[in-house]
Every structure is written in structure tokens, then in C-alpha cells.
């Protein structure tokens, strides 16, 4: 997971490969969880050669290995909210190492907490790879999501509702919606050719179609990550696999989709990172840092990963390897949510990441 506060990035737990001479190591057993949080100083200039990454784990360190959550910026930027994903017990390896779904870590003590006792309202059932947002009203939006054995369950369920939890009453919310989006979480395979809007004032969904030029063929895709451009009408589609588990590059590795519906595919120049997947992407005014992630291939299986920082300047989409901000000042508050989610008919096959960013007042599903 990562957070952007100010002017670092947060990132905590993910999965590390277990090495091939490990006596741990085992053909069902590649990765072990993680429990490490640090940061990425983002306030001057770096080259990805050498990214200024500050280890905070010795305070820090997360109640568990966790991965597979999702995490917002809340509490007037000085709380980050961990929602859902793995909990493993790092000394005995059992899943669902503790009752909560929901972990805040506070950033000037550096500690985790839970939401505590005065927390009401309909709970948010156990689950991970979930399409998590919150808005200027500190509102978090929690879609779909799934359990499997990872999270101690022997039954493999995908989620299709939507949650919600204010952080300022500390109350949950069922929404039982109509019309909303078919079953999905980064397990649910599914084509980006409709587009579900959720509007947070109205709490209504709606549907649009996305068009593409007939010479791009977008391949269905998990793993891959979504910003919303400065522009703020522009969402960068990065990497993504066709297959969780082969890891089979998902081609174009680079989508622009417009909020109108429209996608294309430009070619981006600058030094190319290889493909990626289930790594982070964040944006800092004109730049998109992608950290991290699996690497993937045309013929898989593959089981690399990526330990790089990559840098790409969306004013132009140039993969570029120097780090130059500027002071912009604060961005404009905004009231419009957006979650992208896509579906072919109601036919789940098998995986996609759920994107989620701010733009107004609606949350849109890819």
C-alpha cells in the first residue's frame, strides 16, 4: 500500500520473495508478507538511481504482515486508514491475525490503533482487494473486495456491495444500492469497456460505455494501477497483468482513459520501465511514481520483482529518471469521487484493481 501525506509517500506491508536457498522456501511457498513501513521523501530533487526511502519500522511496524488492503489519507491529513486486506501473524504464519477490519496508523506518533469502542453502525465484513476512496467530507467509499484462503476462509466469495465509514462519527453503513456493479476485486478478470459512476450526493450509480480507437485492442487486466492526470479529466492506466497468477504482461502496458469514456493508447517516450504489476502509483503534481511491483512477460510463469522507483512526467508522458518538483501550491479542494471498474456482461473470469481517485462529487468503477 501507498499513501501520499504532503510531501512523502508511505508505504506498508506488500509480499517479498522468499529466496530459492531458503529451508522456508517451497513450490506452494515463494512469498512471505510483510510487515515494514517507510517513506519516500518527495520535497526535493533525487534520481531513481538513488531514492531518499527512510526506514520506519523500528517504530512503526504493522500489527501483522498485511497485504492485498487499501489505504486513504484521513483525520486532517495526520491519519492514514488501513481498510481490509491479509492479516498474517508474523511469528506463527496464521491468517487473520487480528478481529479488526479496519487499523489507523497515526503519523506524528508513529503507532497503530483501532477504531475503538465508540465504533457503530453495519461492520464491513472480513476482506481484501477491495476499491477503497474517501472524500472531502472524511467519508471512506469501500466496494466489492473478496475472501479466500488467504483470509482463513475455505470458500472462495467476491463481494458486489458498497460500504461506507465516517470518520468522524465512527459509524459504518451498509448502502444496498440498486444498479450497482457486478461482483469484482483484483481477483475478477473482466474487459474495461463499461464504466460504473457512483454518485456520492445522490448515492445513485450509473453506467457509460468506453470507447476505444478500432486500432487498440485493451487486454483485460489485474494488478494494474490508475492515477487521475493534473488535468483532471485524464486517468493513466499503468501495467497489469492478463492472469494473476502467470504474470502475462497485459497489453497496451500504458492507457490514458478519458472521463468522457474515451481511451487511447500513445506510445510514452524516455527510458521505458519494464512491465508491472500489483506495484503502486502515485501522483505529486505533474508526476506519476511507480514503485515496486511484479514483473511481468509474454510467456510467464514469473515470479521477479521490481525493487526500482520509476518516474514518468504525465505534462508530456516521458518516462524520465530525475525528480524535479516545483512549488504548485495546494491543489484545489474538490467534491467528486471517482472508482473505476470494468465488466464484461456479468461474466467474471478472473481479476482487476479497482481505481480510485478524487474528481468532484462521483465514484466511477473500471
Known amino acids: 500500500m501507498a499513501t501520499l501525506v504532503n510531501n512523502e509517500i508511505y508505504f506498508m506491508g506488500g509480499s517479498k520473495p522468499i529466496p530459492k536457498n531458503s529451508p522456508v522456501w517451497t513450490q506452494n511457498h515463494q512469498y512471505s508478507l510483510s510487515d515494514e513501513v517507510f517513506s519516500l521523501n518527495i520535497s526535493s530533487s533525487f534520481t531513481v538511481d538513488l531514492p531518499p526511502f527512510t526506514d520506519l519500522s523500528d517504530r512503526s ?7 492485498k488492503g487499501t489505504t486513504v489519507l484521513g483525520g486532517n491529513g495526520q491519519r492514514i486508514y488501513l481498510i481490509g486486506g491479509v ?6 504464519s496464521d491468517y487473520n491475525a487480528t478481529n479488526s477490519i479496519l487499523w489507523i496508523y497515526t503519523i506524528n506518533t508513529q503507532q497503530w490503533n483501532t477504531s475503538g469502542s465508540g465504533t457503530h453502525g453495519t461492520l ?9 476512496i474517501i472524500d472531502s467530507k472524511n467519508i471512506i467509499y469501500i466496494f466489492g473486495g473478496k475472501v479466500e484462503l488467504d483470509m482463513g476462509s475455505s470458500v472462495f466469495t467476491i463481494f458486489d456491495d458498497l460500504f461506507t465509514f465516517d470518520i468522524n462519527l465512527l459509524e459504518w453503513k451498509n448502502l444496498s444500492l440498486p444498479n450497482h456493479p457486478s461482483k469484482r476485486s483484483n481477483g475478477t478478470r473482466l474487459l474495461m469497456t463499461e464504466i460504473y459512476v457512483f454518485d456520492t450526493i445522490q448515492l445513485t450509480w450509473s453506467l457509460k460505455t468506453a470507447k476505444s480507437p478500432d486500432s487498440v485492442n485493451i487486454d483485460p487486466r489485474v494488478g494494474h494501477s490508475a492515477v487521475l492526470a493534473p488535468d483532471n479529466h485524464t486517468i493513466v492506466i499503468f501495467g497489469g497483468t492478463q492472469d494473476g ?21 500513445p506510445t510514452p517516450s524516455g527510458p521505458i520501465p519494464p512491465p508491472l504489476a500489483f506495484h503502486t502509483a502515485t501522483l505529486y503534481q505533474s508526476y506519476m511514481i511507480v514503485a515496486f511491483g511484479n514483473i511481468t512477460n ?5 515470479n521477479n520483482t521490481s525493487a526500482y522507483v520509476y518516474l514518468m512526467d504525465l505534462s ?3 518516462w524520465v529518471t530525475q525528480f524535479a518538483p516545483t512549488d504548485f501550491g495546494k491543489s484545489p479542494s474538490t467534491e467528486l469521487v471517482i472508482i473505476i471498474c470494468s465488466i ?9 484493481v479497482l481505481l480510485c481517485s478524487i474528481h468532484r462529487h462521483e465514484v466511477i468503477c473500471m
Request: glycine share 8%.
Open 61 to 67: 511496524r504493522m500489527p501483522f504482515g498485511s497485504e
Open 87 to 92: 492479516q498474517q501473524n508474523m511469528v506463527t
Open 124 to 132: 464491513l465484513p472480513r476482506r481484501r482487494s477491495t476499491g477503497t
Open 245 to 265: 497468477f502467470a504474470q502475462i504482461t497485459a497489453y497496451p502496458v500504458f492507457v490514458l482513459l478519458n472521463v468522457k469514456s474515451e481511451y487511447s493508447a
Open 298 to 302: 509474454d510467456f510467464g510463469p514469473s
Open 316 to 318: 508530456n508522458y516521458t
Open 344 to 352: 464484461f456482461g456479468l461474466l467474471i473470469i478472473g481479476a482487476i
